[in-house]
Nanobody, 118 residues
Framework: QVQLVESGGGLVQPGGSLRLSCAAS????????MGWYRQAPGKERELVAT???????KYADSVKGRFTISRDNAKSTLSLQMKSLKPEDTAVYYC????????????WGQGTQVTVSS
């Protein structure tokens, strides 16, 4: 019983910035891995960035240095700050909360569209 809702997507010019947010509700107490994924037309869904409850982060090489993932545990919110956006960043961005280990689970939001175009 976990619900994830993304917001903040839209149209932006190359070089611009956007901040995506993911609001979580339900039984998320045991979640230990959170991340953002994206899927462009005709391509498979790919990892953008992840963060753990301990604060460690990982980024795809294509976004490293431009995107920053963060979380607010008190508000159960996950964010993605995107800077220096490129047309190739255009995709539907999805929030994911995951519990790893023998009793695993994975939860996805509905996605939010990001379009980078002049």
């Amino acid at each position: 019983q976990v619900q994830l809702v993304e917001s903040g997507g839209g149209l932006v010019q190359p070089g611009g910035s956007l901040r995506l947010s993911c609001a979580a509700s339900g039984s998320i107490f045991s979640v230990n891995l959170m991340g953002w994924y994206r899927q462009a037309p005709g391509k498979e869904r790919e990892l953008v960035a992840t963060t753990t409850n301990g604060g460690s982060t990982k980024y795809a090489d294509s976004v490293k240095g431009r995107f920053t993932i963060s979380r607010d545990n008190a508000k159960s919110t996950l964010s993605l700050q995107m800077k220096s956006l490129k047309p190739e960043d255009t995709a539907v961005y999805y929030c994911n909360f995951r519990r790893t280990g023998p009793v695993g689970a994975s939860y996805w939001g509905q996605g939010t569209q990001v379009t980078v175009s002049s």
